[in-house]
């Protein structure tokens, strides 16, 4: 049996795990999902100085007492995952990237977006230091798959995201740790990853290497929600 962190992406708190730990716990497994500084029943605790390295602080506290962990980021939780991963390899037996991946040296989530999305970003955050929860239209190609409870839970439950967890990056060893990886690929298929990394796609070609494994669970970009049994059976 395994031991499970699983840290959710932006707006999210542990509650968006909720059906896939179930299952997991169902099988045997010990699971601890995370709600990270600033979000869901931890929003009292936001401040400008929250950020990636505060993320990374409540992934290792929650890894806390176990020798030996699978790391499960969702999204953008893939920056502190990352950091985690990099800086403490011998914790870890996996580290699984559900539809993200790292992101290279000194890459912050912002800067992975297209330039519309940043622009409407930096205006909504102003001077204040939170990202609203986006509007989760129903019919965007992301959101395949949610039912109208699903819609209703993340709105109800989705909170601002830390500024810091979006502006901030890390930077990453020259040696990445040989730690085995998988990527659950849900909007993208693995063909076309696998062709942008032979492409030789900075974003993508470090995922070339041994350690990294790639299984497709075809929906939206929220599979806790809309496929959450087979996520926890790929797990």
Not at 49 to 54: A, F, K, L, N
Not at 153 to 176: C, D, F, M, N, Y
Request: aromatic letters at 8%; zero cysteines; hydrophobic letters at 45%.
């Amino acid at each position: 049996m395994a031991n499970y962190v699983l840290v959710p992406g932006f707006w999210l708190g542990a509650w968006a795990w909720d059906q896939v730990a179930r299952s997991l716990r169902a099988a045997g497994h010990q699971v601890r999902a995370v709600t990270l500084t600033g979000l869901a029943e931890r929003a009292g605790e936001l401040s400008p100085e929250v950020g990636v390295e505060t993320h990374v602080v409540d992934i290792l506290a929650a890894m806390d007492g176990w020798e030996e962990v699978v790391l499960v980021g969702h999204s953008g939780a893939s920056v502190p995952v990352t950091a985690v991963a990099d800086r403490h390899p011998e914790r870890l037996s996996r580290v699984v990237y559900v539809d993200t991946a790292p992101l290279p040296s000194g890459v912050a989530v912002i800067d992975f977006n297209d330039e519309d999305t940043q622009k409407d970003w930096r205006a909504q955050v102003g001077d204040g230091h939170t990202l609203d929860a986006p509007s989760f239209e129903q019919g965007e190609r992301q959101f395949a798959g949610l039912t109208e409870e699903d819609w209703a839970q993340i709105l109800a439950k989705a909170t601002p995201q830390p500024w810091g967890a979006a502006t901030q990056s890390v930077q990453r060893p020259e040696q990445i740790p040989a730690t085995p990886k998988t990527m659950v690929a849900s909007t993208m298929p693995v063909a076309l990853i696998r062709k942008l990394i032979a492409s030789g796609n900075p974003a993508f070609a470090p995922l070339g290497t041994p350690e990294w494994t790639f299984v497709e669970l075809p929906t939206g970009h929220w599979p806790m929600f809309s496929r959450p049994a087979e996520l926890a059976a790929l797990l």
